[in-house]
């Protein structure tokens, strides 16, 4: 099988049960291991990772001698929920078996999360927001922990209370409306023309959209500018 994301992992005391001229690496050990390598490739507190149902799969007793537990990640497959990861046992720098290390894996992070119900078309303001310590092993990617970013959207759904802030759930407000009367500037030079037109698409800012110059009743393609101004090339 092919390996991805190898991890040397450095115990500073590998327990072993150690007979004459062998000895069999603890589970302890390889769960250290695990936690140890989850929480370098999710860059999360080990606090913020929980492993349950741990399983050490065909461990079986290696040389005596110094011990050292290599992990590898088998693809690219979320570290998260029920994860399996292989890992190589060497002694006295020899690789001596590779075993399989199973658990599940429950991640938990600080999110965006809505104070109150939020209405569809609203825009959210900070009041509106706070951080809440969930587990995201069952979420999608498409969650934050930056109030920031999500200050300033529209919703497009109605979002409950203390229910977590999806990137679906938000968008960037529209600058106009169809149907909004603005400004049509077009400009060269030192010469500046204007127009009234009503807009025949809805546009965020710097989009470019249908108007309709409504003394010519052309349509043209014009930048958004801001809600009451967009602008054609001259």
């Known amino acids: 099988y092919e390996l991805h994301s190898c991890a040397m992992i450095n115990l500073k005391k590998i327990d072993a049960k150690i007979g004459k001229s062998s000895q069999i690496v603890s589970e302890a050990s390889f769960r250290e291991s695990f936690v140890q390598y989850l929480s370098r490739h999710l860059e999360k507190n080990r606090s913020d990772i929980?492993?349950?149902?741990?399983?050490?799969?065909?461990?079986?007793?290696?040389?005596?001698?110094?011990?050292?537990?290599?992990?590898?990640?088998?693809?690219?497959?979320?570290?998260?929920?029920?994860?399996?990861?292989?890992?190589?046992?060497?002694?006295?720098?020899s690789v001596e078996s590779k075993v399989e290390l199973r658990a599940w894996v429950d991640v938990f992070e600080k999110v965006v999360c809505a104070s109150r119900d939020l209405k569809s078309?609203?825009?959210?303001?900070?009041?509106?927001?706070?951080?809440?310590?969930?587990?995201?092993?069952?979420?999608?990617?498409?969650?934050?922990?930056?109030?920031?970013?999500?200050?300033?959207?529209?919703?497009?759904?109605?979002?409950?209370?203390?229910?977590?802030?999806?990137?679906?759930?938000?968008?960037?407000?529209?600058?106009?409306?169809?149907?909004?009367?603005?400004?049509?500037?077009?400009?060269?030079?030192?010469?500046?023309?204007?127009a009234p037109g009503k807009t025949m698409d809805k546009g965020h800012q710097g989009e470019v959209i249908r108007v309709q110059n409504i003394m010519s009743q052309k349509t043209i393609y014009a930048k958004v500018m801001s809600s009451s101004i967009v602008k054609v090339d001259f």
């Open 50 to 93: 929980i492993v349950s149902e741990f399983k050490v799969m065909r461990n079986v007793p290696v040389p005596a001698g110094k011990v050292r537990i290599r992990l590898f990640q088998n693809g690219n497959k979320e570290l998260a929920e029920y994860v399996k990861l292989k890992a190589a046992v060497s002694v006295n720098g």
């Open 121 to 194: 078309k609203e825009i959210i303001q900070k009041k509106d927001l706070h951080l809440e310590r969930i587990n995201i092993s069952r979420l999608s990617n498409d969650v934050t922990g930056d109030l920031d970013s999500v200050v300033g959207l529209m919703v497009k759904h109605r979002i409950k209370a203390n229910r977590c802030i999806k990137s679906w759930m938000v968008e960037k407000p529209y600058a106009v409306e169809r149907g909004d009367m603005v400004k049509i500037l077009a400009e060269s030079g030192t010469l500046t023309v204007t």
